[in-house]
């Protein structure tokens, strides 16, 4: 099984609807990541948490909401969402020891905005 | 706001060549990490590297962070198809979360 899971993996919407993505892991890891990808271009961090009661914003969270229900679950929200947020999103989580902080990533949701 | 800069952006190049890719910032990062994205998939780590002029092999590919902690690079020697992908970097700096590079398309021709 998977340790990084994210549902839907593929979702089409139409402007203006509520969109939510769900991510969970069984990996134990306190910190969890949103990363929004456009075609062929690198990863831009949207939200992060590194514990249950902590959220921080990303380079990217105009447009963008988060909840961290558990350590395991971490959910976006495009509380209305537009053309220009059609991308691949991943969710991903780390386990910070020392000076590194090694990311698993999940497989992804590809999202298009009509 | 910490930046990393890769270059080249594409690059394509016939099987049994050599590439370096390279990872630059005007920022010190404590560490400095290598991804390989494949298409449909999420990245995977590749490497971590955290001291100065550090080099690390992993089978044909070398990494070696910068004497001050600012760059990186990754050669490929001989490169194979199985190659192919997008090779991302990304500076790790205290307790923040990881800078990520604009990452590198690699394509290899048999």
């Known amino acids: 099984d998977a340790d990084v899971t994210q549902t839907p993996r593929n979702r089409i919407t139409k402007t203006g609807k509520r969109i939510m993505l769900e991510c969970s892991q069984t990996k134990g890891h306190d910190r969890m990541y949103w990363y929004r990808q456009d075609p062929g271009l690198g990863l831009q961090l949207i939200y992060y948490?590194?514990?249950?009661?902590?959220?921080n914003k990303g380079e990217i969270s105009d447009g963008y909401s988060v909840s961290r229900q558990a350590q395991a679950k971490f959910s976006l929200s495009l509380e209305s969402a537009i053309p220009n947020q059609t991308a691949l999103y991943f969710c991903a989580t780390s386990d910070h020891r020392g000076l590194t902080d090694t990311q698993y990533f999940g497989p992804g949701t590809r999202l298009t905005v009509l | 706001t910490q930046l990393l800069e890769q270059s080249p952006q594409f690059l394509s190049i016939q099987e049994g060549e050599n590439l370096t890719v390279y990872c630059n910032s005007s920022?010190?990062?404590?560490?400095l990490q290598w991804y390989r994205q494949e298409p449909g998939e999420g990245p995977v780590l590749l490497v971590t590297v955290v001291t100065g002029g550090e080099v690390k092999k992993l089978k044909r590919l070398t990494f070696q962070f910068g004497d001050a902690r600012k760059d990186s690079s990754l050669h490929i020697t001989a490169a194979q198809p199985g190659d192919t992908g997008l090779y991302l970097c990304?500076?790790?700096?205290?307790?923040?979360?990881?800078?990520f590079g604009s990452g590198t398309r690699l394509q290899v021709q048999p």
């Open positions: 990304a500076g790790g700096a205290g307790r923040r979360a990881l800078t």
């Open positions: 948490s590194f514990d249950v009661k902590d959220i």
């Open positions: 920022s010190v990062f404590s560490s």
